[in-house]
């Protein structure tokens, strides 16, 4: 008796790992497909990122300002303590900042 209770416990614990997956993989798939429904982040620089990805748009500004480069086309996907974890608009890159010195994150609902 015992053997099948291990055995109906492996089977409702490998059912529940079925459904979590597949709940993840379609809550990514909606996030993929409407990046807009996510906080828009412009990111302001001092040095040049490098960012190039669909739909991120880098403008110079003012070189005696205190930010020289401006980002937009960005939404947050998950902010953490020390680290902005981006998605561009069109869904298909993630980039990831380390929120300190040089860089500005402003956050706006489209």
Known sequence: ????????????????????RATGEAF???????????????VYSEKRL?????GIVESEL????????????????EGTRDRMVLLNDGG??????RDGDGLRFEFTKD
């Open 1 to 20: 008796m015992t053997l099948v209770y291990v055995l109906l416990a492996f089977a409702v614990f490998w059912d529940v790992e079925r459904v979590a």
């Open 92 to 97: 298909s890159h993630v980039i990831v900042l």
């Open 28 to 42: 990514a798939d909606h996030i993929v497909g409407y990046p807009q429904q996510l906080v828009a982040v412009d």
């Open 50 to 54: 490098e960012i190039s990805a669909p």
């Open 62 to 77: 003012d070189p005696d300002s205190a930010y020289t480069f401006r980002y937009t086309g960005l939404r947050l996907l």
